[in-house]
């Protein structure tokens, strides 16, 4: 906190801006766009944070150390996201590793 | 040591000055937001798990849900982060009255969330035979997938709910703040309560804001939407 | 740096204002917010806790005296492991240095006058005693059986023991660690003395910084895993349910996420305290300031990254089983620089042999060897013979014992002139040091040995050939319950009785040694201002008493 004053007028506008992302997401919703509907709705829901961080939350007037403060929590939670779908989407992979024959199926498994 | 007399009302002396125990203030309020973001972080990655594992059964899941509802929801939360902020503002200039009623705004948009997803979902979904642990029937027109609809549901009810419990905390903080900002407790030189209240709004608000399309609009809406 | 010079060696013990005497009552102790007196609540809570704990490991000791069992039926053998677990790891071990030393220290250390919330200071200790009531509410019903770990599906679905009571006591803990953390990490960024940059900070305030990280990231995971697991038992339904598709390995996931980096909890506060006792009692600055800083954030920060090491025999993917591997390997290194670090700080030094320095030596080698062993644990091959023996029993009592409560013993001893204003005897101190060494090391050398040659940890009964060890560690463990009693003793007597203490009877460095003992409530008449390194003592005009 700063003690910075944003204006009613900026805060409106992220206002606006808020609901219009909430219905396009809902409209981008009726339209198929096959698995990249997850990655759209995502992709707004990151840019609906953002807005609220950095402008409600008064984030983009404050100091270094909050916003590493923030990033290390999306961080870690993406480390535990990310380790654990390592464990859950491989457990059922062949072959099962044996030595050093298993660089080339796996690579290939990867590209 | 530092002059006392000098120091507006709230000051805690195991500070230097004004200034530090604001910095002190905000900075706490952001540790604890980062530990909810760990706490509903297991929640959402437990999610992330069963619904790459079980895409079919969580489209079925997502599908029973009803958008309009998640969607005012929305709307709901997004312009009480707009009152609480401006409730803040109100402070920074000075206006004690237009504090108290954007604060009571505020909680009544609170209390509105709450009701329309206890009573238009949660019973709603009741009736519907859709609370796992309490009745809830497997449709056959669910198909092989079936078996794995309760999960969805698990998730669907315990992620609504510990972000209800939350809201209905935060209602509980508001309450508190609006009765000081109605006994002229914040000035523009003191007002970290309401400051520090509102990260910990708006946070529940961005928990919602990731809540919405992970739950209601999964696999899309669109007409043959999920596969 | 100013000091209030107060000449206390005339004076009969405390007889100066300070944090003690300041105001009498019991309200005065259970409403208070200063922070010296908020760690003496959890001294006296976490020491009786510990003695609880310890109290299981005395049943379980006696059991396995006989290859069928000399004690208890094996479900209440059962219970007794898990007790044992339960309340070592989150009522003793995890808030231990942290909540005792480190709400003592850590204003005091960086010059400020109390933590940054002292209400919330005095509210997580009001949360950690809760915790612990229901904890001890669950081992007076009947117990808990499935482990300090709470595998699903035994623990969700089939267990007919305490389980909610004890995962509602953790749960309920847990907030009490994570409001500390707060507290020391808020405190640490903003109200450091002029003068005392990050990197003249004493190491022990790197070390609680890097504690209070993971503390602020890791407890929540655990908290709602726990969560969960309470809703899942209520419910007969959830997320670990196989019916409905749960994954049992996810509940692994999610405990060992907090459970690895808490481990790191309990130890990473022990070598801060291992910074401060090497370097006064080799009268030498410590070797490497920025190394040791820095491997303290390293451990708290790839301590994230191994947890699946606990599970490469469970059933996780052989794949995320060779990342975890190599993971767990790196996650060595820091800690060896440490030790690396405060040996070649001994190296030439100007040693003395006071019990604190004593606890400080057993610390450097059984910390060592509690280490290497877990590199064959990181090791998938051998990790799949090791796994579920009392080679892993050894290896982690070797680290969470010989390293952490050993150093915890040497913080106590080390400070309690300061915290007390008395000093303690000190050829009973040194023994009771030796005793705890040979104690501890006759109990837990043999279960390596029982490890490798293949007996099962968590067994009620064991194979008659492993029955000379088995005697050989209960043995060792009566020794060891000795060695921790002497120093119950003669602490306790010394406040009553011990000679009074200095401002600083070890001569040592840190603005702590600045003040009275016991320190007033204020903690310092004029806030210091620093222009030194840590651990000058090369300059230092300051000599032992």
């Known amino acids: 906190m700063s003690g910075h004053i944003v204006s009613v007028k900026l805060y409106l506008g992220i206002f606006v801006a808020l609901l219009c992302l909430t219905a396009l997401t809902i409209r981008v919703a009726y339209i198929d766009l096959g698995a990249f509907n997850t990655v759209a709705a995502l992709a707004i829901a990151v840019v609906k944070m953002l807005l609220v961080v950095l402008f409600f939350m008064h984030v983009k007037y404050s100091g270094r150390l909050i916003q590493v403060f923030i990033l290390a929590g999306v961080l870690f939670l993406a480390i535990l996201v990310t380790f654990t779908l390592a464990d859950e989407l491989t457990r059922h992979w062949s072959p099962t590793p044996t030595g050093w024959g298993i660089i080339v199926p796996l690579l290939s498994r990867l590209f | ?227 | 740096m100013s000091t209030a010079t107060i000449d206390v060696h005339e004076a009969p013990a405390g007889s100066h204002v300070n944090y003690l005497n300041a105001k009498y009552g019991v309200k005065s102790w259970l409403l208070t917010t200063d922070h010296k007196r908020i760690a003496l609540l959890y001294l006296v809570s976490i020491t009786l806790m510990f003695f609880v704990g310890g109290f299981f490991a005395v049943l379980m000791r006696l059991h396995l005296i006989e290859p069928q069992g000399a004690l208890v039926q094996p479900e209440t053998y059962n219970k007794l492991f898990t007790m044992h677990g339960v309340i070592m790891v989150f009522f003793f071990l995890v808030p231990s240095i942290p909540a005792t030393l480190g709400n003592f220290l850590v204003p005091m250390m960086i010059g400020a006058r109390d933590l940054a919330f002292p209400k919330l200071n005095l509210l997580s200790w009001y949360i950690y005693v809760i915790g612990a009531c229901f904890t001890l509410y669950a081992v007076i019903s009947g117990g808990v059986d499935t482990g300090w770990t709470f595998y699903t599906p035994y623990s969700s679905s089939f267990s007919h023991t305490s389980v909610i009571p004890t995962a509602l006591g953790v749960f309920i803990t847990g907030f009490s660690s994570i409001l500390t953390g707060l507290n020391f990490v808020v405190t640490i960024h903003k109200m450091r003395a002029p003068g005392l940059t990050w990197f003249r900070l004493p190491l022990f305030i790197w070390a609680i910084y890097a504690t209070s990280i993971i503390f602020i990231l890791g407890t929540p995971v655990i908290a709602i895993t726990l969560f969960l697991l309470g809703l899942e038992r209520l419910l007969h339904i959830g997320i670990f349910d196989p019916a409905i598709g749960g994954d049992p390995i996810l509940f692994q996931h999610l405990f060992w996420f907090y459970s690895h980096p808490a481990v790191y909890i309990m130890i990473l506060p022990g070598m801060g305290v291992m910074s401060e006792l090497v370097t006064c009692f080799s009268r030498k600055k410590i070797f490497g300031y920025s190394f040791v800083a820095f491997s303290s954030l390293s451990i708290a920060i790839i301590s994230f990254l191994v947890w699946g090491h606990h599970m490469f025999v469970t059933g996780q993917s052989i794949y995320a089983g060779l990342i975890f591997s190599v993971l767990s390997f790196m996650v060595a290194i820091p800690s060896a620089v440490k030790v690396f670090n405060w040996t070649a700080t001994l190296y030439k030094g100007s040693i003395s042999y006071d019990a604190p320095m004593l606890y400080a030596l057993g610390f450097i080698g059984l910390f060592t060897m509690g280490g290497l062993t877990g590199l064959f644990l990181a090791s998938l091959a051998t990790d799949v013979h090791l796994n579920g023996t009392y080679f892993i029993v050894a290896h982690f009592h070797y680290i969470m014992v010989g390293g952490a409560v050993m150093a915890y013993l040497g913080g106590i001893h080390f400070w309690w002139p300061k915290i007390t204003g008395r000093l303690y005897p000190d050829g009973w101190a040194r023994f009771a040091a030796l005793v705890i060494f040979v104690g501890f090391n006759l109990t837990f050398f043999p279960q390596f040995m029982l490890g490798y040659l293949g007996m099962p940890r968590r067994f009620a009964v064991y194979p008659a050939e492993f029955q000379v060890l088995n005697v050989m560690s209960s043995a060792g463990a009566s020794i060891l319950g000795i060695g921790y009693l002497i120093p119950l003793i003669y602490l306790t007597w010394s406040m009553r009785y011990g000679p009074a203490a200095g401002p600083n009877p070890w001569g040592a460095k840190g603005l702590e040694w600045t003040t009275p003992s016991p320190p007033p409530t204020e903690n310092f008449e004029e806030i210091p201002v620093v222009t030194e390194d840590a651990y000058d003592y090369a300059h230092s005009t300051v000599t032992r008493v």
């Open chain 2, 1 to 227: 040591m530092t002059v006392h007399s000098a120091h507006p009302p709230g000051f805690a002396h195991q500070f230097e000055d004004m200034e530090q125990q604001r910095e002190a203030g905000s900075l706490g309020m952001w540790v604890f937001l980062l530990t909810e973001i760990m706490f509903f972080g297991g929640l959402f990655a437990s999610y992330i798990i069963y619904r790459a594992l079980y895409l079919p059964a969580f489209e079925i899941g997502s599908h029973l849900l009803e958008v309009q509802f998640g969607a005012l929801n929305t709307a709901v939360l997004i312009l009480s982060s707009l009152t609480m902020a401006l409730a803040i503002h109100s402070a920074q200039v000075g206006k004690r009255r237009a504090q108290v009623w954007f604060l009571i705004t505020t909680m009544i948009l609170g209390a509105a969330f709450l009701a329309i997803k206890f009573t238009f979902e949660w019973h709603h979904d009741y009736i519907e035979h859709l609370v796992p642990g309490f009745g809830f029937i497997i449709r056959p027109e669910w198909g092989a997938a079936g078996q794995h609809v309760p999960m969805f549901f698990c998730f669907y009810f315990f992620m609504t709910g510990l972000h209800a419990l939350h809201m209905i905390i935060g209602i509980g903080l508001l309450t508190v703040l609006t009765v000081m900002a109605h006994r002229g407790r914040f000035t523009p030189e003191y007002y970290a309560p309401l400051e520090v209240s509102g990260l910990y709004w708006h946070f529940v608000d961005i928990i919602w804001i990731f809540l919405f399309p992970l739950l209601y609009l999964i696999g899309g809406r669109y007409i043959g939407g999920g596969h």
